[in-house]
């Protein structure tokens, strides 16, 4: 039996979350009221205020996800499932201007999508005096009548009802079609070529940066990085936490009751997605012929398992857990028993690549303690690990890695830019590229600050879902 079906899905553990907090403000409630002093009944008025911001912070984290879901069934075109999820969404927020708009939207494009369906039953006996135009003309009403609707179906079908009404002749509906396949030769710039991108990716000419948010975005049992340090917080007993992930690393590991090795086996048991099967983008990976260089910044051993699994060679570099200060290196091969140590100047000259081996540099290491060279002190987790990695980046980086950089492509995939610890990385990996060409990355729900700083930092942005980029890649392959 598969492990997701004990693993609560995240309204659940939301849910349980809110649930938690509201039995501690029920309590700090009661005990307020039986205090008579008034100078007692100021801090745990204190309290129930930070209790009811924390509630609500759940409340709004929940809202959130009811919306995630109602935003994929609209890309799924799944229009009438989405317009009930957001009425759904309506009784939870019956004031939201936004909620309220998305309806509108949906209620819209179902319109559109019946009128479709009624334009293309009346269409079909003009099909003699359309010509060819009739073919392209119905397949596009096909593809509305499926609910793939944009910004031009609603044009497009009052002109094929002024036709059919017979206040549009044919031949000017056969010109205005042709004028529509000449616009449709332009390259549109919000879309990937992927076809392109799956050739450098064949020939191993792309160095991939897999972040932190990137399970949590193809995985439905993974948990985001806001849900671990919320589960971390629990874990430790501090309901009233309300820092970011280092931080909350910090205090565990500072923490006599915990400690370093505490915070790891819990780590573990929250970064493993809750599911036996692996990513497609790492099966995507695990089938490229050509060996790959892979930078990750992920804590899980999953991209190691699925070349295993598909018996892709690679090689594993990580930090030496007591020589943070020196460029010494640990390489674990996947076809050898034993671990090898060298400088980063001996692995310059060694030609991994050339001899077949994908090469995976764990930039922030691994928590899985079953993992042949884990050691919870070379690990980047809290903040005293990110200012010992940010005063010895130039040993630590390996120079292997930059030189590699430097004759490649670079994608960034599963990279929020939100918090400092992110932004970090990126800019530590980004200064060691030293190449003209954009990076690429693929974010489809990036706010003003995040592509202000995909900007700065020059980085092309695809504002399209992760998952999907996934699929057309792979369909090119």
Excluded at 124 to 143: P, W
Excluded at 153 to 170: D, P, R
Excluded at 448 to 474: C, H, S
Aim: glycine letters at 2%; hydrophobic letters at 35%; a negative charge.
């Amino acid at each position: 039996m598969s492990n997701s079906t004990f693993t609560p899905n995240k309204k659940q553990l939301l849910e349980k979350r809110k649930e938690n907090l509201t039995t501690q403000y029920e309590a700090v409630f009661n005990q307020r009221e039986n205090v008579l002093s008034e100078g007692d009944k100021i801090p745990l008025s204190h309290q129930l205020n930070q209790l009811e911001t924390k509630i609500k912070e759940v409340e709004a984290q929940w809202l959130s996800l009811e919306i995630d879901e109602a935003r994929g069934l609209e890309r799924n075109q799944a229009y009438s499932q989405a317009l009930a999820q957001w009425q759904k969404i309506q009784t939870l927020a019956p004031d939201n201007i936004q909620v309220s708009q998305a309806i509108q939207e949906i209620e819209e494009k179902i319109d559109l999508k019946n009128r479709a369906i009624d334009v293309l039953n009346r269409l079909n006996k003009h099909f003699k005096v359309l010509g060819a135009t009739y073919v392209k003309i119905s397949t596009r009403l096909r593809q509305m009548k499926k609910g793939i609707v944009d910004d031009e179906t609603e044009t497009l079908l009052n002109i094929i009802e002024q036709f059919l009404s017979q206040e549009v002749s044919a031949e000017d509906l056969v010109d205005f079609w042709s004028s529509l396949d000449q616009q449709a030769v332009k390259t549109n710039t919000d879309t990937p070529d992927y076809q392109a991108l799956a050739t450098r990716l064949q020939r191993g000419d792309i160095v991939i940066f897999l972040g932190r948010d990137l399970l949590s975005s193809l995985c439905e049992h993974t948990l985001s990085c806001e849900q671990i340090v919320a589960d971390l917080a629990d874990y430790v007993h501090y309901p009233d936490f309300n820092g970011d992930f280092p931080s909350i690393c910090d205090y565990i590991d500072m923490n006599n009751q915990f400690g370093r090795q505490s915070l790891c086996d819990k780590l573990q048991t929250l970064v493993a997605p809750k599911t036996s099967h692996s990513t497609k983008l790492y099966q995507l990976l695990a089938q490229i012929e050509k060996p790959l260089l892979l930078i990750s910044a992920t804590y899980d051993t999953l991209l190691e398992e699925t070349f295993k699994t598909h018996q892709k060679k690679f090689v594993v570099l990580s930090h030496h857990a007591e020589k943070k200060d020196t460029d010494i290196l640990f390489l674990d091969y996947s076809d050898k028993t034993e671990i090898q140590q060298c400088s980063s100047e001996t692995l310059s000259g060694t030609p991994l690549l050339e001899q077949g081996y994908s090469v995976i540099y764990k930039m922030l290491g691994c928590v899985d303690n079953s993992h042949s060279s884990f050691s919870s002190q070379a690990l980047i987790l809290s903040e005293k690990d990110y200012f010992t990695f940010t005063q010895y980046q130039d040993k630590l980086i390996p120079s292997y890695v930059e030189k590699k950089l430097r004759n490649r492509g670079f994608w960034l995939l599963g990279h929020h830019p939100k918090s400092w610890d992110r932004r970090l990385l990126i800019k530590t990996i980004l200064s060691k590229r030293s190449h003209e060409e954009p990076a690429l990355t693929v974010f489809q729900q990036a706010n003003e600050f995040a592509r202000l700083y995909l900007k700065n930092k020059q980085i092309e942005n695809y504002p399209i879902d992760l998952k999907v980029f996934v699929e057309n890649l792979q369909a090119q392959l």
